[in-house]
């Protein structure tokens, strides 16, 4: 399994553990709203890998009564994804690939 991971701004209408939660349509609360994570790829079949577990880093920014929260008191997915992305690079020493798709494919096809 290799670990792909994404930022999207795709509606999810699971609970987004599984590439099938992520629909073509941007979410409905903003086009800005980018949820971050990570997705397990098996590619021993490269012509038709296989998307495994979906992880979405959970994000706290508001409280339960939609006030902001102090900034030492947010949770950022962006900043769990990238931690996290930083760490296998340091310990792997690999080169990473950015890869942006286009709005035409599904997240299924982007992972």
Not at 49 to 66: H, K, M, S, T, Y
Request: hydrophobic share 35%; aromatic share 10%.
């Amino acid at each position: 399994m290799c670990p792909i991971y994404f930022a999207t701004n795709r509606e999810i209408t699971g609970d987004g553990t599984s590439a099938g939660d992520y629909t073509h349509n941007p979410s409905r609360e903003t086009i800005w709203n980018l949820r971050f994570g990570s997705a397990e790829v098996d590619l021993t079949n490269f012509e038709e890998p296989q998307v495994g577990n979906v992880l979405l880093e959970r994000e706290q920014i508001f409280d339960a009564d939609g006030n902001p929260l102090p900034a030492d008191q947010r949770r950022l997915g962006s900043a769990a994804l990238f931690g996290k992305l930083q760490a296998q690079m340091r310990a792997n020493e690999n080169d990473t690939l950015i890869y942006l798709h286009g709005y035409n494919t599904s997240f299924a096809e982007a992972v």
